[in-house]
């Protein structure tokens, strides 16, 4: 027993430290993923020199400034016969620099090392960067055709990738397998290869600078939602069809009042990778936008960089990339939960 004892209590140990292990490295791949987006936040509210500084100051500061003569000018923390003093810098020769009391500017100190002291910092929170960012690019016209992007093709994409995935789940028919093999064989064909055929047919049919190239073929299905989907109401027993056939259910209604309520968390996962897909998108605006109202936002925050031609506004564009961001932390925070969980049952079931 002392034996079986000590082994359960070794084990416990071992498992204990698993787990601890398996946390630090957890915590450490987090704050690893977490830095450049910390980086972006604190950046998008600092001053423009402030985002060039090397080593990064990862506080919004401001060196603190005060008006002499129409200027503003520098403070520094001297050190003055034995105690560190805040004087300002008047002008400086080499090395060397003259200061004043910013208390009293008739009592002057000259020839102080500058190196000695040190420059005087304040937190600054510039949110003007935000207004800028707006203002220099119509983000606002680039966000509504965003959303409308986003919610007509989560609509189009859910009610028929739904459709085809019940018709694989529930119904049979000989060649079915044969369908669905052809169907997930579209994953491993790489869009490039039907991206001229299509663009020429939506340039013959008049959509070409037009949101309808990216809204239509929503309304067609897609091989990984539709395979998603279809594990996941393959796992749903059929008993519940038949107990619903029996109350005089029809093919729709098993769908609408059976399926459907059981599958909200694939549902909602489906949503939220076709969300993230339409809103992140690049290359489809890029190859069929060409009028500057149509553009979504991923095309605008490059615009936003071209207005500024040569130069380089880092802070405002800072700013406007978490606008960018803003709308998916909030779908991912709000569907987190349904989201794992969708993860894990179609993981288990599929």
């Known amino acids: 027993m002392t034996r079986q004892k000590i082994s359960f209590q070794s084990f416990k140990f071992q498992k204990l430290?698993?787990?601890?292990?398996?946390?630090?490295?957890?915590?450490?791949?987090?704050?690893?993923?977490?830095?450049?987006?910390v980086w972006m936040l604190t950046t998008s509210v600092k001053n423009k020199d402030g985002a060039t500084t090397f080593p990064p100051q990862w506080i919004p500061r401001d060196a603190k400034k005060i008006e002499v003569d129409g200027r503003e000018r520098f403070v520094?923390?001297?050190?003055?016969?034995?105690?560190?003093?805040?004087?300002?810098?008047?002008?400086?020769?080499?090395?060397?620099?003259?200061?004043?009391?910013?208390?009293?500017f008739d009592e002057t100190f000259e020839r102080l090392e500058i190196q000695s002291g040190?420059?005087?910092?304040?937190?600054?929170?510039?949110?003007?960067?935000?207004?800028?960012?707006?203002?220099?690019?119509?983000?606002g016209v680039y966000l509504k055709n965003s959303?409308?992007?986003?919610?007509?093709?989560?609509?189009?994409?859910?009610?028929?990738?739904?459709?085809?995935?019940?018709?694989?789940?529930?119904?049979r028919a000989k060649g079915f397998g044969i369908l669905f093999l052809l169907l997930l064989s579209t994953i491993m064909l790489p869009s490039q290869v039907t991206l001229i055929p299509t663009f020429v047919l939506f340039t013959k049919i008049g959509w070409y600078d037009t949101l309808l190239p990216m809204l239509v073929p929503t309304f067609f299905a897609n091989a990984w939602d539709?395979?998603?989907?279809?594990?996941?109401?393959?796992?749903?027993?059929?008993?519940?069809?038949?107990?619903?056939r029996i109350d005089g259910c029809?093919?729709?209604?098993?769908?609408?009042?059976?399926?459907l309520p059981q599958s909200m968390p694939v549902l909602i996962t489906v949503l939220i990778f076709h969300s993230l897909w339409a809103w992140?998108?690049?290359f489809l605006p890029l190859i069929y936008l060409q009028s500057a109202e149509k553009f979504t936002i991923s095309i605008g925050l490059q615009q936003f960089m071209s207005a500024y031609g040569e130069g380089r506004d880092i802070t405002g564009m800072m700013a406007a990339s978490t606008l960018a961001l803003l709308p998916v932390i909030l779908i991912f925070f709000f569907a987190?939960?349904?989201?794992?969980?969708?993860?894990?049952?179609?993981?288990i079931k599929g």
């Not at 960012?133 to 983000?139: E, I, N, R």
């Not at 029809?250 to 399926?259: C, T, V």
């Not at 987190?336 to 993981?347: A, C, P």
Request: aromatic share 10%; hydrophobic share 50%; proline share 4%.
């Open 336 to 347: 987190q939960r349904l989201f794992i969980q969708g993860v894990v049952i179609s993981g």
């Open 17 to 37: 430290i698993g787990k601890l292990v398996a946390l630090l490295i957890l915590t450490i791949g987090s704050m690893l993923v977490m830095v450049p987006i």
């Open 76 to 104: 520094y923390l001297m050190p003055v016969e034995g105690e560190m003093r805040e004087l300002i810098l008047i002008n400086k020769v080499g090395p060397l620099g003259n200061f004043v009391n910013p208390d009293n």
């Open 250 to 259: 029809g093919r729709l209604g098993i769908l609408q009042h059976i399926i």
């Open 118 to 139: 040190e420059r005087i910092y304040t937190t600054k929170l510039h949110w003007e960067n935000y207004t800028r960012a707006m203002t220099v690019a119509p983000f």
């Open 280 to 282: 992140n998108d690049f």
């Open 147 to 171: 959303l409308i992007r986003l919610l007509v093709g989560n609509v189009g994409n859910l009610i028929s990738c739904v459709l085809v995935a019940y018709g694989f789940a529930r119904f």
């Open 226 to 244: 539709v395979f998603l989907l279809r594990q996941f109401f393959s796992s749903i027993p059929l008993e519940y069809d038949d107990a619903a």
